[in-house]
């Protein structure tokens, strides 16, 4: 009986979202961004940049093996607000910026996909984008939307920065519709900070949407988020296609990543236990920004020498050495005549795919290698398969037992479960017990309790588990299972 309601109830609450068939929405989608999280060559990161290489670099490291995001499951890659170029083209084209995406952004975008990742790039939805005051899409939605989709984009966060007194509800609705008629299904994340109530009128025209202001690594940034995301009525919880956002997990950034709107991300281990569980408990999506990689510098040939060999040609056009490619004297390296492809220069792999006829100098040296990395709490916290099974369910999101009181979370999984976050924002330890009663469940029922940071069986229970002592700023996740 329990399950055919829940059935009925997820069927229900199915139709009413946006199903367009965006790649990776259904469930909370799971991914990336290039946020605070990259930087030129091996330089440390820097706030909201990205170009052709760091991007290029960042896919390899999101796929590797080594780093298993990938196997957990995460598949968005996001670029924020650093892609576009300052100017339109006279046309009034939004297009990639033209020193740090000299190929567009097309060749990046068919990596990514290439690798099995659904691609996000960024727009605000007034005259100007947030940080990098680059063109918004206001007054140009169809043209942006049919630009992102003959690049190839899955995902497109529309930021409300710099338009003048327009509503959002009125606004956003343009966007959608434009990026409906461009045919590619697209999800469409509407940034307006929560400040509209989106969950109210996000549903029809989105995939998801932002339910507070921005998000940064400090604590005080992460209890205000969670308080938020209690409040929001039960009515209007995340459901497939249509997901209350809490923003990127800054998951354990510390001083490896670029600061975000000037804050130091500075949690504690807990804490950042904390806003993975909660996020997770949430139903939000869980997009990360953080350094992903090691990168290296390797110094070029010293200048005045030059030497430089064909590796392999991605033109149609003939490359002939001394004829269509060559050497400069200082060091550099050129093509011409249509000839593209994969060069050797002065023993560095360069590539040099620049679209086009005329002369083109390319980079000849300077060669950024990089290991994937992550620290071995990012590794604990993001690679927790436990925690992000209670994330990646159809249900609606969790919320606290008793309303008003933030100390137990729960949230109805698929199958029967139930999760359940023990979450203490006082300033000292605090002891909780979960009343079984109060999940729904009959005073008699067994229940089998996982602790899934500990990831351990606790044991069966009648009536209620604990009490727990619960850290200060710290959550405990459990799934419980009823037996009886
Ligand atoms: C456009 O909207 C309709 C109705 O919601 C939906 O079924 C369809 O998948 C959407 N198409 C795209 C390309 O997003
Ligand atoms: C963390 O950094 C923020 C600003 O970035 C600062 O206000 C706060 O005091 C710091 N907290 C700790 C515990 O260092
Ligand atoms: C990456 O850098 C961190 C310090 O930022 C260091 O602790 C770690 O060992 C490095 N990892 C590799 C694989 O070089
Ligand atoms: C190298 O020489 C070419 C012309 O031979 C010039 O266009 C280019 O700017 C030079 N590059 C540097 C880094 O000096
Ligand atoms: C070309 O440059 C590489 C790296 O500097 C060097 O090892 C190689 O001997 C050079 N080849 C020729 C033919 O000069
Ligand atoms: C090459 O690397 C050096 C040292 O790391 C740096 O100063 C220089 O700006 C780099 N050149 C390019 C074109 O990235
Ligand atoms: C879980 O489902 C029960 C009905 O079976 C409902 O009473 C309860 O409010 C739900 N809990 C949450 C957190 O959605
Ligand atoms: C939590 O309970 C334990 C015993 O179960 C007790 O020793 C401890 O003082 C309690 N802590 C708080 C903060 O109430």
Redesign the pocket.
Known sequence: MRSLIVALAASAVAVRAYDNNAPYSKLPPMGWSSWVALGPGADHPVFDFCDEGSVRRAIDAFVSDDLGLYAAGYRHFHLDDCWANHERTPAGDLIPDTTNFPNGLTPVIDYAHSKGLAFGLYTSGGIFTCVGLRPGSEGHWSQDADSFASWGVDWVKMDWCNHGFEDPKTTYPLMSKALNASKRHIHFNMCEWGDENPWEWGDPIAQSWRMHGDHVGTWESTAKVIAASAAIPRQYSGRPYGWNDMDMLETGNGLRAAHANGKESNMTDDEWRTEFSMWAISASPLVVTTPIMNCTNESP?PANYC?VSLVQQESLSPCIEGYSFGCNLNGSMWTSEGCRGEFTC??YSTLCDQDGSGQHLCECGNVTKCVPYITPLQREILLNTEVIAVNQDVTPQGAPVTPGDLSIWARNLTGGDIAVALYNPQAAAVNMTVSFAALGWTTGATVSVRDLWKHADMGYFKGSYGPVSVPTHATVMLRLTQHS
Do not use: A, S, T, V
């Open positions: 040939h030497n002065n023993g």
